[in-house]
């Protein structure tokens, strides 16, 4: 294992009943870098996030995070947002950061609040009268003030408008630091692809393409997302 690598996944396959989500996939992941694990809905993206979240098991093959396998201690230092809201409706938000700061020894409160009152986000309100504009900034705002060193978010900007899109792109960027580690699943990539270091194409739950960002741009003489646009057309 290099010394650089985060996470190693090796022969990873998912089936579900009779549908293959993922298929013999390998990966490695470098620390301190920004991936976009982008594809469109159905390719596996939040299959392969989820197991190695720890919350489905896989079918095949091996995840190890800093060499050791998916335990329930590997999974204590991901911090994984997924897709669905899932806040409780009636729970207002200082509730729900108070839920983070008992559910995560290493959440910050203080980096908490401090984003949600940047981003204008009111702790007195309750998550069922939130915009899905707000609920998408509350996620990963909190998501992000856990202190750990990988993080995954699950299609961060779906269901988003574009300038709360723009203040949650913001918010990652800031919170990034070399040793950091952050996966954004996503299939919107125009916006994201100036943060992303770099890129995983994952199609019908293979891997299409993996690479830098800024050396297939110069080697391929388009963008991530044009780049996209040509692997997925037919998909
Ligand atoms: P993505 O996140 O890229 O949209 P998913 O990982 O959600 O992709 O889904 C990958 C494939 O696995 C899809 O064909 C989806 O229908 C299927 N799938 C996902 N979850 C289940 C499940 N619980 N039961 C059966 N099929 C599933």
Redesign the pocket.
């Known amino acids: 294992m290099s010394k650089l690598e985060l996470l190693r996944i090796e022969n990873l396959s998912?089936r579900?009943?009779n549908?293959?989500?993922?298929n013999d996939i390998n990966l490695s992941i470098e620390k301190g870098k920004i991936y976009g694990l982008l594809?469109?809905?159905?390719?596996?993206?939040?299959?392969?996030?989820?197991i190695i979240a720890g919350l489905h098991k896989q079918t095949a093959g091996n995840v190890l995070i800093s060499g050791e396998p998916l335990s329930y201690k590997t999974k204590a230092v991901i911090s994984y947002m997924p897709?669905e809201n899932y806040m409780y409706g009636e729970f207002k938000v200082k509730q729900v950061v108070k839920f983070y700061k008992d559910m995560y020894e290493d959440f910050q409160e203080d980096t908490a609040l401090k984003i949600l009152n940047d981003i204008k986000v009111d702790t007195e309100f309750k998550i069922s009268k939130l915009s899905s504009g707000l609920i998408g900034k509350l996620k990963v705002a909190l998501t992000l003030s856990r202190n750990t060193e990988f993080y995954m978010l699950?299609?961060p900007l779906n269901g988003v408008d574009v300038l709360s899109r723009d203040v949650i792109i913001d918010l990652i960027t800031k919170s990034y630091n070399e040793n950091k580690t952050i996966i954004i699943?996503t299939?919107l990539v125009s916006e994201i692809e100036k943060i992303l270091d770099s890129v995983i194409f994952?199609k019908d739950?293979n891997i299409e393409l993996h690479g830098d960002a800024e050396e297939l741009r110069s080697a391929k003489g388009m963008s991530v997302e044009g780049l996209y646009k040509e692997v997925f057309r037919n998909a």
């Open positions: 998912k579900y009943y549908k293959t989500a993922l594809g469109p809905n159905g390719s596996g993206k939040t299959t392969l996030m989820k897709t699950d299609e699943s299939h994952l739950g």
